[in-house]
């Protein structure tokens, strides 16, 4: 039997075209290690008001760092219609990230077009966004009403010295925080709180962050500081273990681990023992968790990544804005996650620095 082929070409790399043959497979997905396809993180900009030391340090991302031009962003229309593509394949959730998502001008329109869509299953779609709460507390109001259901917030220390040398732009604490009070405020919740532990950095404000955000209905996050992109200097020396952040918080605030909420889940759980509340690992580092990893992430400009730690994508842009059916897209997705086979931080723990040193995707680029 004969075959056409759609040919999907890497992004910023030298990566060789991958075919994919036009002989459509159908509904639900799993990959070569039968990890099935449940997420999708979506990229809206690759602009950012912050220059976190661990995502887009200033000695990179200076006043001369060029962004994309908006013709090479995905438009919400394109967006939308991959993200409909992305579900009939088994998505049910949808993270918007950045970048920083906010800086997207009328992102409330792409939020409102996305919140019509339907998981196969009827059940509405979960609709997410991470955000530095920047803009929060402006926005946040409008985001509901769009259809948003729920925030992720960065928040890397309480101490406001802290935080500004993490986010390097001399942006308050208080503000953020005056952004998650109104976004809790609205509705758009539970909130989640992510803290990217940085050893020598912020790592004295781990104890601080627990108990502030104890007996609340946040639930705060500690990240292992991890080796994404190629910019942000990564030590294995600078990583703080998720074991001892619980032994930390353990010691004065003792805690019970939680099962996870589903498969797939990137943060362990734990929980105070006083009944206090939640907190979570997320520990690629030290405790990969590739074995059930089903996320899926779209760059700005409409490639796409099978793994956080990538270095090449496969350019969804170029068979839109060609006229490709949505059966050819949806095929040519299909073969992209059953080809899948990426575990980096699996085989990142036997050969740290190795990997470390490879060429990786910026994650201002496709997200968290």
């Known amino acids: 039997m004969s075959e056409k082929v759609i040919m999907m070409t890497a992004q910023r790399t030298s990566a060789p075209a991958i075919p994919f043959p036009l002989e459509a497979p159908t509904g639900l997905l799993a990959d070569r290690l039968a990890r099935p396809l449940h997420d999708l993180r979506i990229s809206v900009t690759d602009r950012c008001n912050f220059r976190c030391v661990y995502c887009m340090p200033k000695a990179v991302f200076d006043n001369d760092y060029q962004y994309l031009p908006h013709t090479s962003l995905l438009s919400f229309e394109e967006i939308t219609r991959i993200a409909q ?6 998505v049910e959730k949808i993270r918007l990230t950045g970048g920083e998502p906010l800086l997207r001008k009328n992102i409330e329109r792409l939020i409102g077009m996305l919140a019509e869509l339907k998981t196969v299953s009827g059940k509405p779609l979960d609709l997410t966004l991470t955000t530095n709460a ?3 507390a402006r926005k946040a109001q409008s985001l509901k009403d769009a259809g948003l259901q729920r925030v992720t917030v960065s ?24 952004g998650i ?4 405020q609205v509705g758009l919740g539970p909130i989640k709180i992510n803290m990217v532990v940085k050893g020598g950095m912020n790592d ?46 353990g010691a004065e605030l003792p805690l019970v681990p939680v099962a996870a909420n589903y498969s797939g889940e ?31 992430r779209l760059s700005t400009e409409g490639k796409v990544y099978t793994c956080l730690f990538a270095s090449s994508g496969y350019d969804l842009r170029a068979l839109l804005r060609e006229g490709r059916t949505d059966a050819e897209i949806s095929t040519a997705l299909a073969h992209l996650w059953r080809a899948r086979s990426d575990r980096y931080s699996e085989l990142r723990t036997n050969d740290t620095d190795g990997l470390a040193r490879g060429a990786k995707v910026e994650m201002s680029y496709i997200g968290g």
Not at 85 to 90: E, K, P, R, V
Request: net charge negative; hydrophobic share 40%; with cysteine.
């Open 266 to 296: 990137t943060a362990s759980r734990w929980r105070y023992a006083d009944g206090g509340g939640e907190i979570g690992l997320i520990s690629s580092v030290t405790q990969a968790f590739c074995s059930d990893c089903s996320r899926a």
């Open 85 to 90: 593509l992305f579900i009939a394949h088994g």
């Open 155 to 178: 928040l890397d220390a309480l101490d406001n010295a802290t935080f500004q040398r993490m986010n390097d732009v001399d942006f308050k604490v208080d503000d953020v925080l005056k």
């Open 134 to 136: 920047s803009l929060l």
């Open 181 to 184: 009070d109104v976004a809790h």
């Open 204 to 249: 004295q404000q781990i104890l601080p962050m627990a108990r502030h955000f104890k007996d609340t209905s946040y639930i705060l996050r500690f990240i292992e500081y991890m080796d994404v992109g190629a910019s942000n200097g990564w030590k294995m020396d600078e990583v703080i273990p998720s074991s001892e952040v619980v032994r930390r918080i």
